[in-house]
């Protein structure tokens, strides 16, 4: 799997020199202005602790992009956003040639991912998200490194799948969209997914046969859990399913990156690879922050194998 050092990035001289003031940005995205949450006054009170801990989510919401303009998020987002230092530690580990991020939403895995990465390939079903991914990657002056398509995940893999079986270009139906045929020709060296867990309740969802979640141990003995909590189930990944997910992601590239609650049984997380095949590692790591264990990131193929490497030179 090809693998880069980091990009060299000065936020604020590249912010400077690409993009214009405030006004000129506003009138260029337009709506995404109106789906953004950007003041505390406009949380409900059970969202509020997701704005005081805007800075973990996004640390160029200190102002420090050379306009001091600020990161956009719209409801949703506030509360599934991959939190900042976890996007990098993944992204560290995903470092390579092309990365397709399957479920980009406004952007936080796909900014780190451009940091690490020859290129980003970036997509989301709601253009609004969309919009708002390209604003964030323009305040972290990453923009020119990552291909924002909107639409379907199922519909780009399902083409990109059929291509490569008719070893043949098809007429695709779904986007006259060039950089969607454009990147449909592409061979990616990591897919990483992070799919609709099921919105702020996922954590009432149960698999058919409940089972209580139990915190690994020993390397979890303070993971916090809460009172009868149960295994999440795989099956109420969207759009399709955990299993299905992987499956379609291990046709475009054996290095799959999934990013699932952190009461998934890993059993089941087992269940999804072949356990006599070539690829039947899985490397599972809980991602922690503020104290808490909020995900875990589960790789699979080369990245599975991967090994801590020296701090990468930033010159
Ligand atoms: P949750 O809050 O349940 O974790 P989200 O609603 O944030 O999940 O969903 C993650 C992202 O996936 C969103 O940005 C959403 O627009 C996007 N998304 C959902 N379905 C698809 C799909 N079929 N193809 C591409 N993106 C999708």
């Known amino acids: 799997m090809p693998r880069r050092k980091n990009r060299k990035t000065n936020v604020k ?21 109106d789906h953004a949450l950007t003041e505390a006054d406009q949380f409900p009170e059970n969202m509020l ?8 989510l996004f640390t160029l919401f200190d102002g420090s992009s050379i306009t001091g ?25 995903c470092r390579c040639g092309i990365v397709l991020d399957a479920f980009c939403g406004v952007g936080g ?12 390939i970036a997509i989301d079903i709601d253009p609004i998200k ?23 995940w199922r519909e780009f893999s399902k083409a990109w799948i059929r291509d490569r079986d008719t070893n043949a270009l098809a007429a695709d139906k779904q986007s006259d969209d060039l950089n969607w045929q454009k990147c449909q020709q592409l061979n990616f060296d990591v897919v990483f997914l992070s799919p609709p867990w099921g919105g702020v309740s996922y954590r009432t969802l149960q698999s058919e046969t409940p089972q209580k979640f139990v915190p690994l141990a020993p390397a979890t003995p303070t993971i916090d859990v809460e009172q009868d909590e149960n295994f999440y189930p795989l ?30 049984d890993l059993q089941e997380l087992a269940s999804l690879v072949d356990k006599n095949g070539s690829q039947s ?12 264990c909020k995900a ?16 990468v030179d930033q010159e």
């Not at 875990?296 to 701090?311: H, V």
């Open 109 to 120: 895995n796909a900014i780190q991912f451009a940091l690490t990465c020859e290129r980003v």
């Open 13 to 33: 001289r590249s912010y400077g020199q690409t993009f214009g003031t405030k006004e000129d940005e506003e009138e260029r995205s337009g709506d995404i202005y």
């Open 281 to 292: 590692k899985i490397s599972v790591e809980e991602q922690w922050l503020r104290g808490r």
């Open 296 to 311: 875990l990131s589960c790789y699979f193929g080369e990245l599975a194998e991967w090994k801590e490497e020296e701090e």
């Open 49 to 56: 602790k997701y704005w005081r801990q805007r800075r973990s």
């Open 130 to 152: 969309l919009e708002m991914a390209k604003h964030n990657a323009r305040v972290y002056g990453v923009e020119q490194y990552i291909t924002f398509l909107q639409g379907d």
């Open 69 to 93: 303009e600020l990161p956009l998020l719209d409801r949703e987002s506030w509360y599934s956003i991959t939190p900042e230092p976890i996007a990098a530690r993944i992204a560290q580990r």
């Open 235 to 264: 099956s109420a990944l969207a759009p399709s399913g955990g299993k299905d997910l992987f499956e379609t992601a291990s046709k475009l590239t054996p290095n799959v990156c999934m990013f699932v609650p952190r009461t998934v």
